[in-house]
């Protein structure tokens, strides 16, 4: 079968296409060139630098590309080098260049050299993500220290720490001072915690001190589980004393108990308005425990008497309050919850209680009526015995009954009675009559 005339440059057409996509889409990404400041090549020489002494160079980090290029790590080998450059991972615009900072600390006399990888990813073809490194190298010359200058040494204070005491789950800081009381400045390459619960914050090897130079730094203890732990911060530098270590000691102590008595309030029936409060206490055992704080489910039940945080020694106990103070007619409950940092974080008491309806109380009076011819009566009211009395009816009342309806409970009120005739004239008080009205 014979083959048409083009047939072939219809199949080759699609791969020149796409070759010519890959290549634009390569060209457009970001692209990384180091350039080192002391040389014209890929050398950053820190030339000579005394032992004991530090010295700090930067190289050129340039995106020659057409996108974004983000460097998302620099790496440094050789004992005498490291990286003290910006945080990663960084964008460095198309056209645009980031310095990137070394620093060179001989721990000897002598050569040393190392090297500086710069490791980017750029987006290209449908945003795929390529990454490359790119490595520049690193050398300096250590010298020995002028003659005649006394070496440095390097002096801790204190040399032994006690953490004391700290509960599991906590932790406790203390400070070390470390001080250069040599006649040179020296550099602590390393330095090292050993002990479970023992850890250092503030203090990033390597370290040069000058002379008469201090340096503060925090050690924390914080136990995993209880008893004595025993630990050692080592460190070293080029110092006349090249290793020595601080002793570290500290106890962890096994969480309190905390309980709740009692358990369970039953406050009864309260007559809603009014409130009725019950005591409780709170009490640790082991070792002392701190309350953080304390909850209430429902706001019918208030906690009073107590103040956080609060702290209960072991053995010890502390007394609270909680009031009830119906708002609805029914049954209400709520759980009562402290927090503390007692191997059981929450102790809860349960309160329950009855709202009930308030009783409304009246007084029923009645007298003898008048044997002269009257329009009505008053009706007179007070709370000592013979007064002074008050006027309770709004208008003459005309039988020899009355009721007072806005008495209250357990209260007791004072009564006399009035005549009055056709012209106005009102005669004097009856005898009185005292009335008790119950509670509730």
């Known amino acids: 079968m014979a083959k048409r005339p083009g047939l072939l440059w219809r199949f080759s057409w699609p791969r020149v296409v796409l070759l010519k996509v890959l290549l634009c889409s390569i060209g457009a990404a970001g692209q990384l060139a180091l350039s080192s400041s002391t040389s014209s090549t890929s050398n950053l020489n820190f030339g000579s630098v005394q032992v004991g002494s530090s010295s700090t160079l930067a190289i050129s980090a340039s995106n020659t590309g057409k996108s974004n290029l983000t460097i998302t790590q620099a790496t440094v080998s050789g004992s005498a080098f490291i990286y003290s450059g910006p945080i990663l991972p960084m964008t460095v615009a198309p056209g645009q260049s980031v310095r990137l900072p070394a620093t060179f600390t001989p721990l000897s006399p002598g050569g040393a050299n190392g090297s500086m990888s710069v490791v980017t990813s750029t987006l290209w073809n449908r945003n795929k993500q390529r990454f490359s490194t790119a490595t520049i190298s690193l050398a300096g010359t250590g010298t020995a220290p002028l003659s005649g200058a006394t070496p440095g040494f390097l002096a801790a204070s204190p040399l032994s720490m006690n953490f004391g005491s700290i ?84 106890t962890g102590t096994s969480p309190g108990q905390l309980a709740v008595s009692p358990g369970s309030v039953i406050f009864g029936n309260v007559v809603v308005g009014t409130s009725q409060s019950q005591t409780g206490t709170l009490s640790a055992s082991g070792s002392s425990v701190t309350v953080s704080s304390a909850t209430s489910s429902s706001s019918e039940f208030a906690l009073s008497g107590v103040a956080f945080p609060l702290s209960i020694a072991a053995g010890q106990s502390v007394p609270f309050t909680v009031k009830f103070t119906p708002q609805t007619s029914g049954t209400a409950s709520a759980n009562i919850s402290f927090a503390s940092n007692a191997s059981s974080s929450s102790v809860t008491e349960t309160v329950t209680g009855t709202g009930a309806s308030a009783i409304q109380h009246s007084a029923d009076l009645s007298w003898d009526p008048s044997p002269s011819t009257v329009l009505g009566y008053n009706v007179y009211r007070g709370t000592t015995p013979g007064g002074p009395y008050t ?16 008495v209250q409970s357990g209260r007791t009120y004072y009564y006399v009675s009035t005549a009055v005739d056709a012209t106005g004239m009102e005669s004097g008080y009856s005898n009185q009559l005292q009335m008790v009205i119950p509670s509730p």
């Open 391 to 406: 006027k309770i009816n709004s208008s003459l009342d005309s039988s020899t009954l009355y009721t007072d309806s806005t």
């Open 167 to 250: 509960q599991v789950a906590n932790s406790k800081m203390l400070y070390e001072t470390l001080t250069n009381s040599g006649g040179s400045s020296l550099t602590i390459s390393q330095a090292t915690v050993a002990g479970a619960g023992f850890s250092l914050s503030g203090f990033t090897a390597p370290q040069t001190l000058a002379a008469g130079q201090s340096l503060t730094f925090s050690v924390y203890f914080a136990p995993s589980s209880g008893g004595t732990v025993s630990g050692a911060l080592t460190l070293v530098s080029n110092s006349s004393n090249t290793s020595f270590s601080v002793s570290l000691s500290g």
